[in-house]
């Protein structure tokens, strides 16, 4: 049952959204105007969003996300107001449709639900509907068919409310000729750009700006709430360690059995002619056959360049005759014993004496001769040492790992016991914060940021753990970590530091860099802009860089922002014309030297009418759901205001 629920997990999602969403869609208005102690976030008419509603969606959206990204969504970037705007927002709109469906007594046909369902790809077997399947999916999952068709007709017809919307958008055909254009006009440029490092050698900041600037930017420098950890980590380096010394005869024992690796056994690429023997063949014919044989031999050995010659003549081997009597290369243990060894006593350039096999005398030349190669022991030693070291360390991870958790269970106040136990260092790290690993300059030293370990400390799990009440309120060590198969780690919290404003002196070096980079900046903006009003009133080449055509599909390697200067350049003007862009470190002069038009049946502009009526019809749907907020009277209320600026303790 739980790999049928893996490996349809998309269908699981749906059958949960039937089930959960909108089981009471129909139950009328009077269905959403019961009195409840849970306060109102949105009145919709008589409906309304519920704090309980909220809170549970946020519940199931934090789920989804940890499970889609296997725990390692970090919960803060749902802890903002944007999002629990956003969030407030859907849940709104599914109000509207409900009570616009349930107003209307929109409802879908039984052969409208059949064809949906039919429709499902997860319900079908090479193609088409199977019942088995259907009846597979529900059992699997504890539903009955009335059940999920009761929930799938009830998102069919609140599908009723957006979906003809949706359905029938369409980008009028001029606006997509036009759009096209658009996107495929070719502009020849050039680039002058004035760079603010060139100006940073000219600026001046004094103590007194610095402390300025301090004072005036406190909540820009405010620290959040952080910590500094202890924290085992075990991981491969940490298993190989702990494995002791490797006897000698174990590596033996290791290099023979997987000699293979190591070596290339010898080999011969031969050829062959064959004199058949047919199977109870009389001593007369054999001896007729081993006569043609020697014959036959003596003839190679005194014209040894006519060995294929002969084989194409001679040879009763219809398979290798035609092409010279070739066999290939011969490897130890692919030939009958007497064969083999007639075979590999043979030197480069040699003809056998006629050898007899299952079906007649064979004569063989060895065109090519290859001796064992590859590393003896002793050569290998290192390597196998290497490799057996690794294996054994694999098994080791797996017992340190087990004990690791029991030791940390054992002893929750400490992780010495752990640490001394299986021979790993206590390390340590600050400048933690909730939701990310503060900067060296943030943090000073001993940042966690700067530390080989900073993949490890960044992870949102180990960050979740030490701001966890466990460890942060009481100072207990987490649980084991998993971080990858071979990486885990156990944090505990050696240092909580609150919110502040670091002391000037901290952080005086970094608003150095900051006001010169901002003045230098300026300064090279200045310089831009006045170049550029001189370029407009007597054009010139000086200083642009080599020409380049660019479109919009195509923006060779341009940034967006010098990319909407270019095309921003009136293309009716006489050319050249300018115009110019301010950067994060520069500032960008754009001369736009031709304009032409492109190619708007270019592949790339494949399927642009169907994601731009995608596109219309979202925005359709948006425009509909803003009418129905006007014609409901959707009102957000107090305590739907606190929680959205301040988050679920926003009000209690």
Do not use: C
């Not at 999916?137 to 007709?153: C, I, K, M, N």
């Not at 080989?452 to 460890?471: E, M, P, T």
């Not at 901002?518 to 080449?541: D, I």
């Not at 050249?576 to 470190?585: E, I, K, T, Y």
């Amino acid at each position: 049952m739980f790999d049928f629920i893996r490996t349809h997990q998309r269908l699981m999602q749906l059958i949960l959204l039937i089930l959960v969403v909108p089981s009471f869609v129909f139950l009328g208005i009077s269905g959403y105007s019961f009195v409840t102690a849970d306060p109102a976030l949105v009145e919709i008419g008589r409906a309304a969003v519920s704090r309980d509603e909220f809170v549970q969606a946020q519940r199931n959206q934090l789920q989804q996300m940890q499970e889609s990204s296997q725990g390692r969504f970090d919960p803060a970037l749902l802890d903002n107001p944007q999002a629990r705007q956003a969030l407030l927002d859907q849940l709104v709109d599914r109000k509207l449709q409900i009570a616009v469906a349930t107003e209307n007594h929109f409802s879908v046909s039984d052969g409208a639900l059949r064809r949906a369902i039919a429709a499902m790809p997860q319900l079908q077997v090479d193609g088409q509907f199977s019942p088995d399947r259907y009846h597979e999916v529900l059992a699997s999952y504890g539903l009955t068919p009335r059940d999920f068709e009761a929930g799938q007709r009830a998102e069919l017809a609140l599908d009723r409310v957006l979906g003809p919307v949706r359905d029938t958008a369409g980008l009028p055909a001029p606006v997509l000729d036009g759009l096209k254009r658009a996107l495929t006009e070719e502009r020849t440029i050039r680039l002058r750009v004035f760079k603010a490092e060139d100006h940073a050698k000219d600026v001046q900041v004094s103590d007194q700006d610095i402390q300025a600037w301090y004072d005036g930017h406190q909540d820009a420098l405010r620290l959040p709430e952080q910590v500094s950890a202890d924290y085992l980590v075990l991981d491969e380096a940490a298993a190989l360690a702990s494995v002791p010394a490797i006897e000698e005869a174990q590596l033996k024992d290791y290099y023979e059995q997987n000699k293979a690796r190591y070596v290339v056994p010898a080999r011969v690429s031969v050829s062959h002619i064959l004199i058949k023997l047919p199977a109870g063949a009389s001593d007369e014919v054999a001896k007729t056959a081993l006569a043609k044989a020697e014959d036959i031999v003596a003839r190679v050995r005194a014209e040894p360049s006519g060995f294929a010659e002969l084989a194409r003549k001679e040879s009763q081997d219809a398979g290798t005759a035609r092409d010279g009597g070739r066999l290939g290369w011969i490897q130890r243990g692919t030939l009958p014993l007497a064969m083999e060894q007639a075979v590999f006593a043979l030197k480069q350039g040699e003809v056998s004496e006629p050898v007899k096999g299952p079906d007649g005398y064979h004569i063989f030349m060895a065109d090519e001769v290859q001796p064992e190669q590859g590393e003896s022991f002793e050569q290998a030693r290192a390597k196998v040492e290497d490799e057996v070291r690794r294996q054994l360390a694999a098994d080791r991870y797996a017992d340190m790992a087990t004990k690791l958790t029991s030791l940390v269970y054992d002893n929750p106040s400490s992780l010495e016991p752990a640490a001394k136990e299986l021979g790993l260092q206590v390390r340590q790290a600050g400048g933690i914060a909730r939701d990310r690993l503060l900067s060296a300059d943030e943090a000073g030293p001993g940042a966690a940021s700067a530390s080989g370990d900073s993949a490890i400390l960044g992870d949102v799990r180990v960050r979740q753990a030490l701001f966890s009440a466990q460890v942060f309120t009481d100072k207990q060590n987490s649980g084991v970590i998993e971080i990858s198969p071979d990486t885990m780690a156990v944090v505990r919290v050696r240092e909580a530091t609150p919110a502040h404003v670091p002391p000037l002196d901290q952080v005086r070096d970094h608003i150095r860099a900051q006001l010169t980079g901002e003045r230098a900046r300026a300064a090279a903006v200045a310089e831009g802009e006045k170049t550029l009003a001189e370029l407009r009133a007597q054009p010139s080449a000086e200083g642009f860089g080599e020409p380049a055509t660019v479109s919009r599909l195509d923006p060779a390697g341009l940034s967006k922002d010098v990319l909407d200067a270019a095309f921003a350049v009136e293309a009716d003007k006489t050319l050249p014309a300018f115009g110019g862009v301010a950067l994060a470190h520069a500032y960008a002069i754009v001369q736009v030297d031709k304009v032409q038009p492109g190619t708007t049946d270019a592949p790339a502009l494949d399927g642009l009418g169907q994601q731009m009526a995608r596109v219309w019809g979202g925005v359709e749907q948006q425009a509909v759901l803003a009418e129905l907020r006007q014609q409901l009277g959707v009102k957000v209320t107090d305590e739907g205001r606190r929680l959205i600026e301040q988050g679920d303790g926003g009000s209690n």
